[in-house]
């Protein structure tokens, strides 16, 4: 199992400004992974964190947007940048250990005003 | 996209009746996960199902998988108040990506 931190739990944020998120994970993980929910919506995935790679994006979603950092084994940021009001969401990260589930951190919720 | 087809979109019954939830998804997968999510709140991993297996059960939850139609169910049997949430399927995509359905809203009436 693997118990993940993020923070912070939630923010206001004004338009045009960013958002760094950040994500711990107890122990140490090849892959992190970010989704962003939107209001009523299911998880959609943003991007896959590998540690010392660029992050590799899911269609839709583009590294000036949503720059992500992977340090180490265990830690991983997520910005969104140049925020609008559509930015409004909740932001979790992920990560798997082989074959079994996945374990969530307890999600960013950001609001853009 | 990978992401897979739920149905129905939103479910409401009385307490006390069983809840069934579809999941379609594309692709051959390792395994299969359905989630809850109380309403603003985070995911809680309800059961995995492997690629191999066709039933499981925990507790009041039954979950079948049928990868010849690329499709599973959850099953909620004697539905609680309390079971009111968001349900969401999701299949591991290319063996390491966790991809989700668009979910049931189910609500259960007291």
């Known amino acids: 199992s693997a118990v993940i931190s993020q923070k912070p739990s939630r923010d206001i944020c004004q338009r045009g400004t960013s958002l760094t998120i950040q994500c711990q994970v107890d122990?140490?993980?090849?892959?992190m992974f970010w989704y962003r929910q939107q209001p009523g919506q299911s998880l959609t995935l943003i991007a896959t964190?590998?540690?010392?790679?660029?992050?590799?994006?899911e269609s839709g979603f583009v590294i000036d947007k949503f720059p992500i950092s992977r340090p180490n084994l265990t830690f991983s940021t997520l910005t969104v940048s140049n925020l609008s009001p559509e930015d409004s969401s909740i932001y979790l990260c992920?990560?798997?250990?082989?074959?079994?589930?996945?374990?969530f951190g307890q999600g960013t919720r950001l609001t853009v005003v | 996209s990978q992401q897979g087809e739920e149905d129905p979109q939103a479910l409401s019954i009385q307490e006390g009746e069983n809840a069934t939830m579809n999941c379609s998804y594309k692709?051959?997968?390792?395994?299969l996960q359905w989630y809850r999510q109380n309403s603003g709140r985070g995911l809680v991993h309800l059961i995995l199902?492997?690629?191999?297996?066709r039933e499981k059960h925990s507790g009041r939850l039954r979950v079948t998988l049928d990868t010849s139609k690329k499709s599973s169910s959850l099953l909620i049997t004697a539905s609680r108040a309390a079971d009111t949430a968001s349900y969401f399927c999701a299949t591991d995509w290319g063996g390491f990506k966790t991809i989700f359905g668009a979910g049931t809203r189910l609500f259960v009436k007291a």
């Open positions: 964190a590998n540690q010392g790679s660029e992050a590799t994006y």
């Open positions: 692709t051959s997968i390792n395994n």
């Open positions: 199902i492997r690629s191999n297996e």
């Open positions: 992920s990560v798997t250990t082989g074959n079994t589930e996945a374990f």
């Open positions: 122990s140490q993980v090849t892959m």
